[in-house]
């Protein structure tokens, strides 16, 4: 079981950003949501880096195949994430602000020019 709870962890913190972006009736709220669900892929990177009993992977002081490292390329696949994440949130957001600036609101349902 404890090995698969960070992926149990990862699918419940998407499942819960899924259900608040389709409930959400408000696009700062869909933003955080989406946020949410993204925080989840931070989750599953690291779960599948992680090692049982794992050091970090500095060489210098390890007799080779001595003990078992954690993968630093999932690390920084992580806070490569994080930057995306981060920056597609603040696009996000400033699109959010330019729609409320145009149309006077930020709620969906209200957005008659953008309906097909």
Known sequence: MTHLFPYLIAGW???VGCYGLATSRHLVHAVGCLAVC???????LLAVGYREGG???????L???????VDPVVQALTLTDVVV??????????LVIQVAKR???VDPDELSELRG
Not at 38 to 44: D, F, K, R
Not at 55 to 61: E, G, K, L, Q
């Open 13 to 15: 913190i998407f499942l």
């Open 38 to 44: 993204q925080s989840a892929t931070y989750v599953l």
């Open 55 to 61: 050091t970090a992977p500095v060489h210098s002081d």
């Open 63 to 69: 007799a080779p195949h001595s003990r078992p490292l």
């Open 85 to 94: 994440g981060a920056t597609v949130t603040a696009l996000l957001l400033a």
């Open 103 to 105: 149309h006077g609101t």
